[in-house]
């Protein structure tokens, strides 16, 4: 059981870590801005929010994948996820035009998250 968790937190480390390398490497902060400035709680600085999310993103990656205060650094990426989920993922104007696989991938990384940090918490 014990492999089995250092698995899930590797892996959700890596959820977290590659996506916020590939948004800072790859598509840039004005990219992710662009991504953000269409949600209407972030639309007032998107550049601002696409920095707090790429610079969280690589942040709790690497503090997952070394397990450093678990406890606490399992719950910001639940509520990126949940954002994720219900600003991004799901078309809320056109259900029929939302990727439902997509929406059960981050509802499952989701799940992991809150799973590190509550079982971090029973153990202190």
Not at 14 to 37: C, E, H, R
Not at 78 to 98: D, H
């Given at each position: 059981?014990?492999?089995?968790?250092m698995?899930?937190?590797?892996?959700?480390g890596?959820?977290?870590l590659?996506?916020?390398?590939?948004?800072?490497?790859?598509?840039?902060p004005?990219?992710?801005?662009?991504?953000?400035?269409?949600?209407?709680?972030?639309?007032?600085?998107?550049?601002?929010?696409?920095?707090?999310?790429?610079?969280?993103?690589?942040?709790?990656?690497?503090?997952?994948?070394a397990?450093?205060?678990?406890?606490?650094t399992a719950?910001?990426?639940?509520?990126?996820l949940?954002?994720a989920?219900?600003?991004?993922t799901v078309?809320?104007?056109?259900?029929?035009g939302?990727?439902?696989?997509?929406?059960?991938?981050?509802?499952?990384?989701?799940?992991?998250f809150v799973m590190i940090?509550c079982?971090?918490?029973?153990?202190h």
């Amino acid at each position: 059981m014990k492999n089995l968790n250092m698995v899930n937190r590797i892996l959700l480390g890596l959820v977290m870590l590659v996506p916020g390398l590939l948004k800072l490497l790859v598509v840039g902060p004005s990219g992710v801005a662009k991504m953000t400035g269409g949600i209407f709680l972030f639309s007032w600085a998107p550049m601002l929010w696409a920095w707090i999310l790429i610079f969280s993103e690589i942040l709790f990656g690497i503090a997952i994948l070394a397990n450093y205060q678990t406890k606490y650094t399992a719950w910001p990426p639940v509520v990126i996820l949940s954002v994720a989920v219900l600003f991004v993922t799901v078309k809320w104007m056109n259900l029929a035009g939302t990727s439902w696989s997509s929406v059960l991938l981050h509802l499952i990384a989701l799940w992991g998250f809150v799973m590190i940090g509550c079982e971090n918490c029973k153990k202190h």
